[in-house]
């Protein structure tokens, strides 16, 4: 069955552009250049990807984001960004964003990131209900048959890929992974260029994680190779 893909995006050439690059793949494709309407199809109608402009009158994308994810939306949401504006990268990421694609982009690597986020949510959808792995370190349990991570018993509100990425860490302690390795591993793709997606969920996990993301105690530094999830603190 075809995969729906849904797109967010007032400027019309963009969105004629994506429209065609995404159906050229096979995928069943809706368009939409109004955030409240967007909203309410992401909100009411079925679709395995959401491709989501920050920049849109009314309801921006950040926004609608916000939104689907405090309704419980697990939606993939593709963002677009400015390419020189990292506060847009960092707040849709925050909101609860998987991927962002900078302005101007090219075709095959927006098909690439589209390709990426269907395979991956596609194979958590069939991992979900055969896993049923728990993790205990210290404070912090992580239990994969219901994505969920707690901390001194509480929950910590993560994103779909704040929650990959701890666990596929934390599934290898005291492993290091270079952040070529992460984004394969959990975005599906590897493109040197954007090693610093990798960078980016690290911060972001590490602010929802750490009582001093900046001397972090679970999710470590090694320094000229990558990242690795703390083997030292007792289970």
Not at 15 to 22: A, C, G, P, S, V
Not at 41 to 61: E, S, T, Y
Not at 94 to 105: I, R, S, T, W
């Amino acid at each position: 069955m075809s995969k729906r893909i849904l797109i967010i995006e007032d400027d019309h050439d963009i969105l004629r552009l994506l429209h065609m690059h995404l159906e050229t793949l096979g995928y069943s494709v809706t368009t939409c250049d109004n955030g409240e309407q967007g909203l309410m199809r992401a909100l009411n109608q079925k679709f395995n990807l959401l491709v989501l402009d920050v920049m849109l009158p009314g309801l921006d994308g950040l926004e609608i984001c916000r939104r689907l994810r405090d309704a419980g939306s697990a939606l993939p949401i593709l963002m677009l960004t400015a390419r020189n504006s990292e506060l847009d990268r960092v707040l849709g990421l925050e909101m609860g964003a998987d991927d962002y694609l900078p302005k101007p982009f090219g075709v095959r690597e927006l098909q690439a990131r589209v390709k990426a986020l269907l395979r991956r949510s596609a194979l958590n959808a069939q991992m979900a209900p055969q896993t049923d792995s728990m993790i205990t370190c210290g404070r912090l349990k992580i239990d994969c048959s219901k994505r969920l991570a707690m901390l001194d018993q509480q929950h910590l509100e993560l994103t779909a890929r704040e929650f990959d990425l701890l666990f596929y860490l934390a599934s290898h302690p005291g492993r290091v992974f270079r952040r070529a390795q992460i984004l394969d591993a959990v975005w599906g793709y590897q493109h040197s260029g954007y090693e610093h997606t990798v960078n980016s969920h690290i911060n972001r996990l590490r602010s929802k994680l750490e009582r001093d993301p900046a001397q972090p105690q679970y999710v470590l530094t090694v320094w000229g190779v990558g990242y690795k999830f703390n083997d030292a603190i007792p289970a």
